[in-house]
T-cell receptor
């Protein structure tokens, strides 16, 4: 089954404690991206990757890092989480060009 | 700077009637437009799309209309069903750069 898998689904952490949210896709898509969803703001792009070892900033990259060492995986790293990073995070993947993106089920992160 | 705007946070319609969700964009470079549906505790799922070379695309009960001169698109759902109740996101894409609107929560009442 074609899917994008994120882990964990829910996470509560404390300010400053490094964390990683994993994302994996099994569709051999070149393009992967991370979004955060906040009330009234929709889905805002954090980082995206056009292919292995190619990553670029989206609209809200501050406080986040990503890596793309393999085509299927695109982890999101918060080196020192802060409460304003409390949000619902979605990973997505798609073929390059004008195609639809496939989304993971989301990770609800709370930073206290 | 929101390049894709959905100005109606919510919409309520009666079962069987038409639902019309609207979306405006500012960047004339966008050439591909999509609608996604999102249920609680799930990721957005693709619903329907339209290329900038077309002005209409239909898929069953769902039709998307594109007015390039007005930089406006809309999603029509006819007839609306209670199962259509969800948050709908409009998205616009150019060269793999995909931007989303804030979403419209549609409630279809039985």
């Amino acid at each position: 089954e074609a899917q994008v898998t994120q882990n964990p689904r829910y996470l509560i952490t404390v300010t400053g404690k490094k964390l990683t949210v994993t994302c994996s896709q099994n569709m051999n898509h070149e393009y992967m991206s991370w979004y955060r969803q906040d009330p009234g703001l929709g889905l805002r792009q954090i980082y995206y990757s056009m292919n292995v070892e190619v990553t670029d900033k989206g609209d809200v990259p501050e406080g986040y890092k990503v890596s793309r060492k393999e085509k299927r995986n695109f982890p999101l790293i918060l080196e020192s989480p802060s409460p304003n990073q409390t949000s619902l995070y979605f990973c997505a993947s798609k073929q390059t060009g004008n195609t639809e993106a496939f989304f993971g089920q989301g990770t609800r992160l709370t930073v206290v | 700077d929101q390049q894709v705007k959905q100005n109606s946070p919510s919409l309520s319609v009666q079962e069987g009637r038409i639902s019309i969700l609207n979306c405006d964009y500012t960047n004339s470079m966008f050439d591909y437009f999509l609608w996604y549906k999102k249920y609680p505790a799930e990721g957005p799922t693709f619903l329907i799309s339209i290329s900038s070379i077309k002005d209409k695309n239909e898929d069953g009960r769902f039709t998307v209309f594109l007015n390039k001169s007005a930089k406006h698109l809309s999603l029509h759902i006819v007839p609306s069903q209670p199962g259509d109740s969800a948050v709908y996101f409009c998205a616009a894409s150019a060269h793999n750069d995909m931007r989303f609107g804030a979403g419209t929560r549609l409630t279809v009442k039985p």
